[in-house]
């Protein structure tokens, strides 16, 4: 039972436009979302978290936006570099005493130059 | 460049070899993890531990060993393993308690295993 789920596996964008990643849940625990990217041969890098209290978190060219009553999230990426070019995982944490995080199941993103 | 450090990058062992993976912060982080990542697969959490104690073991086979022996290495002893278990095997911090309960996870950037 997949409780995060990212339901696009691929999206290319072209450089300079907006990214949308999307991410829905099903545990309406969970408190704590974050956004990771991940290159080849590497870990996964925090890019961007949001606590369930909010409804919007904005870093430089990165905002996350939780819509809890709809279970979703979004990753808004504006301008889109060829460097953003990874894939992102979303994850969320049910509340406070577990550290148990589940992450989603990736959405490859291609800037094209 | 990562501030958890994993070693080794790539192994290969046989069926019937004893190794173990290593994990290292110098964060002071508190709760270090162990994921399972297979392709084009989510990162699947193994182990948590916080403050050294083993706090959650998502019913992982007893052939991963976990251990942890001071706040800033976190090992990963295998044997016995079947070749289903070739896999990124990535390790993680954060930081616990109080205020900072809401912080981020940083990851090691893993040891790709190969079971032969």
């Known amino acids: 039972d997949q409780q995060v789920k990212q339901n696009s596996p691929s999206l290319s964008v072209q450089e300079g436009r907006i990214s949308i990643l999307n991410c829905d849940y099903t545990n309406s625990m969970f408190d704590y979302f974050l956004w990771y990217k991940k290159y080849p041969a590497e870990g996964p890098t925090f890019l961007i978290s949001i606590s369930s209290i909010k409804d919007k978190n904005e870093d430089g060219r990165f905002t996350v936006f939780l819509n809890k009553s709809a279970k979703h999230l979004s990753l808004h990426i504006v301008p889109s570099q060829p460097g953003d070019s990874a894939v992102y995982f979303c994850?969320?944490?049910?509340?406070?005493?577990?550290?148990?995080?589940?992450f989603g199941t990736g959405t490859r993103l291609k800037v094209l130059a | 460049d990562t501030e958890v450090t994993q070693t080794p990058k790539h192994l290969v062992m046989g069926m019937t070899n004893k190794k173990s993976l290593k994990c290292e912060q110098h964060m002071g982080h508190r709760a270090m993890y162990w994921y399972k990542q297979k392709a084009k697969k989510p990162p699947e959490l193994m182990f948590v531990y916080s403050y050294e104690k083993l706090s959650i073991n998502e019913s992982v086979p007893s052939r991963f060993s976990p251990e942890c022996p001071n706040s800033s290495l976190l090992n990963l002893h295998l044997h016995a393993l079947q070749p289903e278990d070739s896999a990124l095997y990535l390790c993680?911090?954060?930081?616990?308690?109080?205020?900072?309960?809401?912080?981020?996870?940083?990851f090691g950037d893993g040891t790709r295993l190969s079971i032969l």
């Open positions: 993680a911090s954060s930081q616990v308690g109080g205020d900072r309960h809401n912080q981020p996870q940083h």
């Open positions: 994850a969320a944490r049910a509340t406070s005493g577990t550290y148990k995080y589940i």
